[in-house]
């Protein structure tokens, strides 16, 4: 048998072994909101969850998306997305919405956007399930107002009396452990998380040249909460590419829409693509002019 041979049977036999899941993961070069509108892209009722956290008006540098902030501007955007992200959900489906209240940049009147979200996705029919505050520590101090030390993930689900919800996934270990009273393998995980974030100096170790960018095991948290194994996760801004880099470790399938391309090369390198021994697919298609 060549080396050519007993390589390719010996990935054949990594992909049948029974602890070995193949996955598929497309990072798609593009703008979202028009890829989510194709059918060709992304087919109908394809999607178990969609976990995101769109541009808001920061005025970071994104590349070609401008980021700067018109409340009406993002309201209408968000509510393109919640109406196009309906036709590829899953009966069962769920969307994470990270977004942060914002300092309006003129009169720095703080915004609620997650007020103005969560009424743009209700006009598109989904149905609140939880608003969870995301707590951290590691952000800039400011001196005429209280720091801000919270952003806010809205879970939305497309039928309330039918979605995921994997608890015993995300228990998390009892406060007090001598309590006889106590049953189960763990805690409810509350909607008050905390998790540090990213910040320059660990951006710049990792060499990750993304403006934002998750914490991974929070976004692990969503995907064993609210998806099962070989279950397809979409994340339409998916930036430096953390949605993809975790639901590939959590043996799920996922999709990833970036508008630069200059991200591409980032997200792949993050995906381990470059390994010459792996059980999953990665590939970059462009949509449109990109």
Known sequence: MSITQNYKQRKITKFTTEKSIYTEHNLIIGNALDVLDDPKSIKDESVDLIVTSPPYGLSKSYGKYSDKFDIDSWTGMIRQF????????????SIFLNISPIPEPKTKEIYPLDS?????????????????IWHFNNMQNCTNRLSGRWETILWFVKD????????????MPYITKKDKRLTGTGRNPTDVWYFDRINNMTKNKLNLYHPTVYPD??????????????DLVLDP???????????KNLQR?????????????LIKKRMGEEESDHDFDFTITHHGKN
């Open 82 to 93: 919640g109406e196009k992200s309906m036709r590829i959900l899953q009966p069962h489906g």
């Open 116 to 132: 103005y979200a969560y009424f743009a996705l209700k006009q598109c029919g989904y149905f609140l399930r939880n608003q969870i």
């Open 160 to 171: 309330i009396k039918n979605y995921k919800f994997n608890l015993d996934e995300v228990r």
């Open 217 to 230: 095991r929070m976004i692990e948290r969503i995907l064993k909460m609210s998806t099962s194994t070989k």
């Open 237 to 247: 801004f998916v930036g430096s590419g953390t949605t993809m880099k975790v639901a």
């Open 253 to 265: 399938n996922s999709i990833g829409i970036e508008l630069d391309a200059k991200y591409k090369n």
